[in-house]
């Protein structure tokens, strides 16, 4: 069965700190992979997604993520946050290319960011 | 941008009661979906929703606990029956449009007393 592994749960950084979180997931087909941000009582949002091409991607707000394959991981990287980028962020997973739809999701972490 | 309209935002239900969790889509998808976020955890899967098909349960989710409505290609509705403190947690609805389009609704934060 699928599964993904969001191991930071709560993050505390200060302004103009670099940003990484890990995802690892568990599925041994192809995967569609995304990274959704959640602002304090807003709905969750798409940061950015991989399908296939080059594993580096470029999101919204300056944000990207690597797929390794090698790794079973798909980290999200900023160089430099604000502190309007405390949020919780999600890392999910989509099996079998998107045949079956179904996204699946880490337990999220939980990033807070000091001005 | 999409939009999912999703209500009640919050409740607080007596146990052995149901609740109905409704969303309302602002154009016509085939796909809807219904997690379930408990505190501390993933957002799990509960079921699929097509529409004019019997929704799709995820291992660990049955009909009759949760039944899911979805009369038309805008809306659809998630029941919480017979409520337990177990089932205090936040429901959210969501649907896909073309390839990789997920919407979400903005949660419905459910307490059992």
């Known amino acids: 069965a699928q599964s993904v592994s969001q191991h930071n749960h709560h993050v505390i950084l200060s302004e103009a700190a670099s940003l990484e979180l890990g995802c690892n997931y568990s599925y041994g087909g192809t995967v569609n992979l995304f990274w959704y941000v959640q602002y304090p009582g807003q709905h969750l949002q798409l940061l950015l997604k991989?399908?296939?091409?080059?594993?580096l991607v470029k999101g919204i707000k300056g944000f990207e993520a690597e797929f390794i394959k090698s790794k079973f991981s798909f980290n999200l990287r900023k160089p430099s946050v604000q502190w309007s980028d405390t949020a919780e962020y999600f890392c999910?997973?989509?099996?079998?290319?998107?045949?079956?739809?179904?996204?699946?999701f880490g337990t999220g972490t939980l990033l807070a960011v000091q001005p | 941008s999409a939009v999912i309209s999703q209500k009640p935002s919050r409740d607080i239900c007596q146990r052995g009661t149901s609740l109905t969790i409704q969303c309302q889509v602002d154009s016509q998808v085939t796909m809807m979906f219904w997690y379930r976020q408990q505190p501390g955890q993933s957002l799990t899967l509960i079921a699929t929703?097509?529409?004019?098909?019997?929704?799709?349960?995820e291992s660990g989710f049955v009909i009759d606990k949760f039944p899911i409505s979805r009369p038309n290609l805008t809306f659809s509705t998630l029941t919480v029956s017979n409520m337990s403190p177990e089932d205090s947690s936040i429901y959210l609805c969501?649907?896909?449009?073309?390839?990789?389009?997920?919407?979400f609704g903005s949660g419905t934060r459910l307490t059992v007393v």
């Open positions: 991989y399908f296939s091409g080059d594993p």
């Open positions: 999910a997973v989509r099996g079998n290319g998107g045949a079956t739809n179904k996204l699946i």
């Open positions: 929703a097509n529409q004019g098909s019997e929704a799709t349960y």
């Open positions: 969501s649907d896909l449009r073309g390839l990789d389009g997920y919407t």
